[in-house]
């Protein structure tokens, strides 16, 4: 089976809290060195606005549906994506495509699904506006940018869809 996962980046690997953690270590960091910004080392500490209890989730949804993902962000318009994708792919993320933004976001995925065999995906993304008036909405799992991002609640969600289960889960 072909089971595609179609990934936003922030507001799913990230969230709000996890960023104003980054800048607090960021200041620190930037006292220890006086004030001088060393390019490599911005460049590096751009990993770290992906949280990795997140993508522990994202693993786990992964191993239990043996699904790849498809990354759909706008971090791909970014200099520094290549790193962040390799990173991802380090952690043992199975990325196998990236979505061409020039198009909606729905409709390039829309046309990936048209010209692709899938037999499940999920969008898991923290914005649902692209998705509201498109048949792509039954498989989107909306995750909160002001909330966690990706949490336990949108696990079970994503391996239900993937794997066709029918269970319940109420999230608190």
Do not use: C
């Not at 209890?53 to 043996?66: S, Y």
């Not at 043992?92 to 979505?99: A, F």
């Amino acid at each position: 089976m072909n089971k595609i996962i179609f990934l936003d980046i922030d507001g799913v690997l990230n969230y709000q809290k996890h960023f104003q953690n980054i800048y607090l270590y960021k200041r620190l960091i930037n006292k220890v060195l006086n004030n001088t910004v060393n390019k490599k080392l911005y460049t590096l500490d751009k990993t770290l606005e992906i949280n990795l209890d997140n993508i522990q989730i994202l693993k786990e949804i992964i191993f239990k549906t043996n699904a790849k993902v498809i990354i759909i962000s706008s971090w791909l318009k970014l200099s520094y994506y290549p790193l962040i994708e390799n990173y991802l792919i380090h952690l043992g993320i199975p990325i196998i495509d990236n979505i061409d933004l020039n198009l909606s976001r729905e409709k390039a995925i829309e046309n990936y699904l048209v010209e692709n065999i899938v037999d499940e995906y999920i969008i898991l993304d923290d914005s649902k506006d692209y998705y509201l008036q498109s048949i792509l909405f039954d498989h989107l799992i909306w995750t909160d940018f002001y909330d966690q991002g990706l949490d336990d609640y949108h696990k079970f969600q994503a391996i239900n869809i993937l794997n066709k289960k029918n269970l319940e889960l109420k999230k608190d």
